[in-house]
Antibody, heavy 121, light 110 residues
């Protein structure tokens, strides 16, 4: 059974870089035609797609975040990661990782439980 | 791209039906049949309930159904049960390798 688990620091200061890792079990992140994505939910707001990475390493980012986001794969650890630079209070959110396949338009399933990241000054 | 518009809340009594709307534009919901719905209970992983407008993943009760008309997609929950209470989010492919979500609807079972 495919499972995803987010991990990383829960508290950051303004202007720092957010770094989160999603550990995948039950499948290989190198599985053909698979996308691995990051989604976040700010407190009291809806979900926001941050970006996704194809199993080949090709990345796709939300245009509103593109200048600050980097998503990468670590096949040796079966993990993929999110880096968001120059964080601000508006980046406070629960961050989720999820799989979607076989196209980028496919639904996210399954998701991780999420990890809360708080940005303070 | 802008977020999809959902009503902030919806409610119904056990056994009743409730419909949640998700309004986008001709560039996302109206353009593609890649609309999904997710159920979220606090502290848990969001769960896929509907994909490609009206398809149900294995294990999702047939009480959940989806539809679309123009730029608006809808999720209908029939025969409401207590465990259906939670937040529901819609999403759509928006072209150019972009994805957009809705603001979420909190469903209360009275």
């Amino acid at each position: 059974q495919l499972q995803l688990q987010e991990s990383g620091p829960g508290l950051l200061k303004t202007s720092e870089t957010l770094s989160l890792t999603c550990t995948v079990s039950g499948d290989s992140i190198s599985s053909s035609s698979t996308f691995w994505g990051w989604i976040r939910r700010p407190p009291g707001k809806g979900l926001e797609w941050i970006g996704s990475i194809f199993y080949t390493g090709t990345t796709y980012y939300n245009p509103s975040l593109k200048s600050r986001v980097t998503i990468s794969l670590d096949t040796s650890k079966n993990q993929f990661s999110l880096r968001l630079s120059s964080v601000m209070a508006a980046d406070t959110a629960v961050y989720y990782c999820a799989r979607h396949w076989p196209t980028i338009a496919a639904p996210f399933d399954p998701w991780g439980q999420g990890t809360l990241v708080t940005v303070s000054s | 791209q802008s977020a999809l518009t959902q009503p902030p809340s919806a409610s119904g009594s056990p056994g009743q039906s409730v419909t949640i709307s998700c309004t986008g534009t001709s560039s996302d919901v109206g353009a593609y049949n890649f609309v999904s719905w997710y159920q979220h209970h606090p502290g848990k992983a969001p769960k896929l309930m509907i994909y490609e407008v009206n398809r149900r993943p294995s294990g999702v009760p047939d009480r959940f159904s989806g539809s679309k008309s123009g730029d608006t997609a809808s999720l209908t929950v029939s025969g409401l049960q207590a465990e259906d209470e939670g937040a529901y989010y819609c999403s759509s492919y928006a072209g150019n390798n972009n994805l957009v979500f809705g603001g979420g609807t909190k469903l209360t079972v009275l």
